[in-house]
């Protein structure tokens, strides 16, 4: 396997970086100095059905109904709580907000390893890089607290676009971002197949799939000449020969 792009685009949650703890366990600390005793495990349950259900009311983050993400995000924390057996509290309403600046910039995450290392090759083969991510306005504090920012040409969130992944748009974007990259010369890498690795394709862009917990391929992909598998960010290194611009 071996590409010789203009352009990788990349996904960043559990591509780039992850949470250093579950969902839970930050927001039961949180709580915890509040004063608000709160089983980790029930805020995790609380927290995947609320999010799902928040994602389809107000997609997006909210942006596409008039919503600020700290409007969103707060009231997703204070259903997350109240569902999870936490009464209604002026605290709750104090921990809602602190949560929302808790994880604006890095201290939450945490990159993978050889990351930073791979990207600065591949940048060395004269790709350029982009980020592509379903991610509120806070991303860039994030990437530049976990001294990443610097490293990519252009950070699209779907906040920015006003569009979200899986929709082909956002990948469009950000070819003309680049600079007008045709999609044959561009690759986008990322852990999801739904939301990176198939409208990547559909755009006529490469698409690796980061696949860390080594899960089938499913059999259509395999017989895609334009889909490529690795086990983490090294190997993408190793099939990303020098661009030919």
């Known amino acids: 396997m071996a590409i010789r792009p203009k352009l990788l685009t990349l996904d960043c949650t559990n591509t780039l970086f992850k949470l250093k703890s579950t969902s839970g366990t930050i927001y039961a600390a949180v709580a915890d100095s509040h004063g608000i005793k709160v089983d980790s495990t029930k805020l995790d349950s609380a927290f995947l059905k609320n999010y799902k259900e928040q994602s389809q009311s107000y997609s997006n983050f909210g942006c596409m109904s008039g919503i600020s993400t700290k409007v969103w995000w707060t009231d997703l924390v204070k259903k997350t709580f109240l569902d999870s057996g936490v009464p209604k509290s002026p605290a709750l309403d104090t921990v809602a907000k602190q949560l929302f600046e808790e994880f604006n910039g890095g201290k939450h995450w945490e990159v993978y390893p ?132």
């Open 114 to 245: 050889q990351t930073k290392e791979a990207l600065e090759a591949i940048r060395d083969k004269g790709v350029k890089l982009g980020v592509i991510s379903n991610f509120d306005e806070r991303l860039p504090k994030v990437l530049s607290e976990l001294d990443l920012c610097h490293l990519f040409d252009f950070v699209l969130t779907s906040v920015d676009a006003q569009v979200a992944k899986p929709d082909c748009q956002i990948f469009q974007l950000a070819l003309q971002l680049a600079g007008n990259v045709q999609p044959s010369h561009a690759v986008h890498l990322g852990d999801n197949l739904r939301l990176d690795v198939e409208p990547a394709l559909r755009v006529g862009m490469h698409a690796i799939w980061i696949n860390r917990n080594n899960v089938d391929v499913p059999p259509e992909l395999l017989e895609c000449d334009k889909f490529h598998a690795v086990s983490n960010i090294e190997e993408v290194v190793k099939c990303i020969k020098k661009s030919s611009s």
